[in-house]
Structure formats: structure tokens, C-alpha cells
């Protein structure tokens, strides 16, 4: 595969990633600072700018996958990548919170490129090679993950809008990158038409899904994202309630499990596929998250969790695994469609598991808890990947075997 357009590619899914997690560290001081209040008032706001960030992906996401699928991969990341520019620089300028809410609706559009971005990887690798590719895209993912919070905790010290600053330069140069290295990839003979249908999340998930067993493996998937984000929508609040860890611990134990992640589907998931296959790897993944996350509910030393939080990292070996599976499944010119449902299916799940699994952890530590269990939220994750278990071993092997 030519490697300077994979490095761009794994750039662009690496500043999607840090798009998240680099505001974390500063937004509740920038949202004092353009619009003043408590910090509870900055709370409400940041689950708002939050909120409206996932939402923003999940509905463009099918968007821009047909738009590459049409007049290209190339043009469709780097408008994407210019914009994103633009846009965190308005947003380390904004003087207003509704400045900083537009930021975060047009955030959320450039950062849905994923789908672009892995739809170009389907397009450079061979059939035998695209789940281990989709490992590279799960592993950018990872270290952005990983930097986001990081860059923006140190540059934080500079100020609140520091961070944005840096984003903005990060995403020109990368920009830059790619009008120099980045090649289209899309040909006629795997060129569509764009069709507003495809571009609506909801018919593009019955365009995808009507599919031959494309429907089961997509709620699979769905299963598996909402259980999986139990991680970033609950580690802080679990971890001080069960703990009593400082901020910096729990920093570095979400950077532990990114690392995890990063090493896992960028390197492990190309020895799990060539010992297990696509199915083989789906199922020992979803069985070892099953394991982790049930102990990490149980446990009562911090020191356990810290050791199991990467045995639950290696559990996403089943995102790029069942990613092959999906794409070997479609045509050449629908790669784009069906990563741009993949990214807004993850994108739901964004929405969907902070509330899921807050409301779970508020239940059982509030003082009307009938049970004291600050890990109800990991065995309602448990419960999640159970039955996104149950639901891909009902399928014939057949469905799910890589053609």
C-alpha cells in the first residue's frame, strides 16, 4: 500500500479522535469565561456542546461517506480538514457561547470524515487485508484518544483557548499534507451517483442493512459501541466514587486504556485474525470485554481496575474484525455508505451510553440507591455485549465469513 496517503489518512482519524477529548481539560474554563456562571451552569452547557457534537456526526456521517463515494475521497477530507481549521479557530476566538455551540455543530460535521477515511482504506487494500487495515484506523483513533486529552490538559496551562489554537495548526499542516501526498482513489469503474436517500442516516441504515446479513451484524456493532463507551461516559465519576482517585490517576489510566487500544488494532489484531479469522476474532473479543467488565464491577481495589483496564482495551479487536466482515460484504462503490453508517451507528452510541450509564451509576450510589453498586453501569454494559453476543453466534457462519 503507498504509505505517505495511509500516514495522511491515519492523521485525519487521529485529529477526528483528539476533536473529543482535546476540549475535555478546558472547556468548563472557557465556558466561564465567554458566558460567566457556576461550574455546575459550565456542566450543563459542556453535556449540551457534547451532546450536539455526537448528534452532528450521526447525521452526516452517511452524508459525507456518499459524497466520496460520488466526486471522491480526496476532495470530501481535505474541504473537511479546511474547515476544521476554520472552525477551531473561531472557537479559541469566540466571545460567546453560541459561538462555541456553532463550533461544535460543524466539529461534529468535519470530525463524521472517519467514514471517509476508512472508505479510502477499503478502496487502497487488498480483500484479504481490510480488516487488518481497519485496525490502523481503530489505532489512530487510539492515540488521538490518548493525545486529545493530554495536549489539551498541558497547553491548558496557557489558557482555555490555547488548545484550540494548537488544533488549528494541527489540522492545517495536515491539510497541507494531503493536497501534497493524497491521491484520489475513487475510479469510475466504483463511482456512484450521490442520492439525498443515501445521505439521510436513516434510509442509509435500511439502504445498508437491506443487504445480505448486513442487518444483524449492524446491531452487532450497535451492541458493542453503546457497551463500550461505558469507559469514557462513566471511568471519572466510578473511579473517584469507588477509589477515591485524583484527576491525574484517572488521566492516566483513560491514556493506559488508549495506548491498549492503539497497540491492540494497530499490531495484536493482525495476530488475532491470522490465528482466529474474522468470526474467531469478533467472538474471543466480545468474550474477553464480557470478563473484564464484569470483575472491573466488582472490584474494590484500584490497583485490579488499573490492571484491567487494558485487558478491556483488547476486547476492540472486534471493531476492525467486524468492519472486514461488513465490507467484504458490499460493492466497491458503496464502501463510503457503509462506513458512513458504521460512523454514525458509533455516533448513536455517543449519544445513547453517557445516558444510559450515568442514570445507572446516579441509581445505585444516590441515597435512595436499594443497592450500593457503583459498577452497575459496567454489568449493564455486560448485559449489552451478552446479547451482541448471543445475536452473532445465531448467525450461520456464512454470514459472516470473509468472501
Partial sequence: MPRLPILF????????????GLIMPVIPDLIRDVRGGSLAQAALWGGVLSTVFAVMQFLFSPGLGSLSDHFGRRPVLLVSLAVMALDYLAMALAGSIWILFAGRIVGGITSATQAVASACMADLSAPKDKAANFGLIGAAFGVGFVLGPLIGGTLGALGPRAPFHAAALLATANLIFGLLVMRE??????????????ANPLRAFRAISDLPGLRPLLWVFFLFSVALYVYPAIWS?????????????????????????????????????YRLGDRGTVVCGLILNLFSFGLIAMVTEGRLALILTPVAALGTVVVPALQGIMSQRVSDDAQGALQGVLTSVNALATILSPLMMTSAFAAFTGAAAPLYLPGAPFLLAMGLLGAALALFLGLRPSATAVR
Fill in 185 to 198: 482513489t475513487v475510479e469510475d469503474k466504483n463511482r456512484r451517483p450521490f442520492v439525498w436517500a443515501r
Fill in 9 to 20: 489518512l491515519l492523521i485525519t482519524v487521529m485529529l477526528d479522535a483528539m476533536g473529543i
Fill in 237 to 273: 465519576y466510578f473511579t473517584q466514587e469507588r477509589f477515591g482517585w485524583s484527576t491525574q490517576v484517572i488521566g492516566l489510566s483513560l491514556a493506559l486504556f488508549g495506548i491498549t487500544m492503539a497497540l491492540v488494532q494497530g499490531g495484536l489484531i493482525r495476530v488475532a485474525l
